[in-house]
């Protein structure tokens, strides 16, 4: 990265350069109405064609990404994604199909989402899925709707209470609210894990259903799933699981069988398909098999003779939730990375992403604290983690340096800084996944030991941090609440 600000394409417009020469028009001419014309030629930028290239090579190089940094962004599992990916999505008969095209034609499209929804279902240890929502907190919404459609079905309208625990990503009472439903907040410990007695207290026959994500938001596999989902469904409510954190359990334990009866799946975390911003693009959901007559319309089915079709004559369905079969070429990357890794394989990359995050945690653990274990000089096999950990460093933060001064630090040595500040305040929530080599890991070990040292030593350092970006430190509330959207 270099400190150099870019030029706008409109300030290094040169006309009449041109990156395009477009051939005579074969189109008839038709007369436009005066009053729609232009009355003098739009200020365009005019832009040789190298000069173009060069100026949109510049601005992605200015772009973090996996393709080119250490991303350890706790919670949404930034692991690399791989080019066969985007061989198999730019194949010419799946990139060019046209969403309205005749299922008849589109066989193997079809074939292959179908096969997806049975490879997720077997994932889950659940019945059926749904393809279609595009995102995790898409597919919250939708789970909720269905389980809603369920009640209502069930003569128990009532049911409209959803708990969660105060460490629930954001997305989880933002669904419920969008979905009318109320949301009670269930207490942790301090070890991290659900307060069982508090569930007890709180479950009843408003419960529709309680939120869980496992491995929870704090990094840890909660081994009383089953004991709390025997709660739930005694109370006659559905446990819905979170599925943001399935980059742990991946052919370890399902869903399914530990008692979640609905859950999403996030595609950009667990399999490998591109993060975007705000709307990644596909969050499946697996159910239950009471569940799935609500599931939405339209399903992929295979037919008696073996043939694929899109089935929309599911009376109880909740309907749409969105346009044609879902996003194609971001399910199409999910299904390439599942039959990429096979069974053994994707067992395998939760294995290889919990032990990366233990091997982080116990070479950072004397100086950046782990609040939810393990305590002191215990060992990590006493009490692991899972594919994530929290440290919330206190030392640092009583010395007067902040976890956003840390975030800067370690922007400047190449790395995209971890989660801050969730789910609890003062952490940094680090998630290296199972892609990177033990040089990567032992370069950020090297670099969050010498920001901890900076801190004590030379904090303006950190204060000043970043030095090496296009932009220094931004006024953060100002760049969200009034951001500049165009050239002056
Ligand atoms: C990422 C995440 C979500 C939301 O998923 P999106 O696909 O970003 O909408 C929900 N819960 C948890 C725990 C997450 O990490």
Excluded at 231 to 256: E, K, Q, S
Excluded at 267 to 281: E, L, N
Excluded at 349 to 370: D, G, R, W
């Amino acid at each position: 990265m270099t400190s150099e600000t870019l030029p706008l394409l409109f300030e290094i417009s040169k006309p009449p350069a041109r990156a395009t020469h477009l051939p005579e028009s074969d189109v008839p001419h038709v007369a436009m109405d005066a009053n729609f014309a232009a009355s003098e030629p739009l200020p365009l930028p005019s832009v040789g064609y190298l000069d173009l290239i060069r100026h949109y090579t510049r601005l992605a190089q200015r772009n973090f990404s996996v393709d080119g940094n250490f991303y350890p962004l706790g919670s949404c599992t930034m692991k690399a994604n791989p080019k066969v990916n985007e061989w198999a999505a730019g194949l010419s008969g799946f990139a060019n199909l046209h969403p309205h095209s005749d299922p008849a034609d589109c066989q193997g499209a079809l074939e292959l989402l179908y096969h997806l929804r049975i490879f997720l279902a077997e994932i889950a240890g659940l019945d059926e899925v749904s393809l279609q929502p595009c995102a995790g907190a898409h597919g919250e919404w939708t789970s909720l709707k269905v389980i809603r459609a369920y009640f209502a079905d069930h003569g128990q309208p009532q049911r409209r209470v959803v708990l969660a625990p105060d460490t629930a990503h954001g997305t989880n009472p933002a669904s419920c609210a969008m979905c009318g439903a109320n949301v009670v907040t269930i207490k942790s410990l301090p070890n991290g894990l659900t307060d069982l007695e508090d569930l007890k207290r709180h479950l009843n026959d408003q419960t529709a259903a309680v939120m869980v994500t496992n491995p929870n938001t704090v990094g840890k596999f909660d081994a009383h799933i089953a004991e709390m989902a025997k709660l739930i469904h005694d109370a006659g409510a559905f446990l819905y699981l979170d599925g943001a954190n399935m980059n742990a359990i991946l052919g370890i334990t399902r869903p399914g069988d530990f008692g979640a009866d609905i859950m999403h799946f996030n595609t950009h975390k667990t399999f490998s398909t591109p993060h975007g911003c705000g709307g990644p693009g596909a969050g499946p959901i697996a159910v239950r098999k009471e569940l799935a007559p609500y599931l939405p319309v339209p399903q992929v089915v295979k037919n008696a003779d073996g043939s694929y079709s899109l089935d929309t004559n599911r009376p109880k369905a909740i309907g749409k939730v969105r346009s044609f079969v879902g996003q194609f070429g971001v399910l199409l990357r999910a299904y390439t990375y599942i039959r990429a890794c096979g069974p053994d394989g994707l067992r395998n990359v939760s294995e290889t992403a919990i032990l990366c995050a233990n091997y982080l945690a116990q070479k950072l653990k004397h100086v950046y604290p782990l609040p939810f274990g393990p305590k002191g000089d215990a060992p990590m096999a006493a009490d692991p983690c899972a594919h994530e950990f929290i440290t919330v460093p206190q030392e640092i933060i009583d010395a007067g340096v902040s976890i956003m001064d840390l975030a800067k630090g370690l922007i400047d040595r190449g790395f995209h800084p971890p989660t801050v500040h969730f789910p609890v305040a003062n952490c940094l929530m680090i998630e290296p996944t199972e892609t990177e080599s033990l040089d990567t890991l032992e370069a950020f070990i090297a670099a969050m030991l010498e920001l901890a040292d900076l801190a004590k030593h030379d904090p303006q350092q950190l204060k000043d941090a970043p030095e090496r970006t296009p932009v220094r430190r931004l006024d953060e509330v100002l760049a969200a609440r009034k951001p500049i959207l165009k050239a002056k």
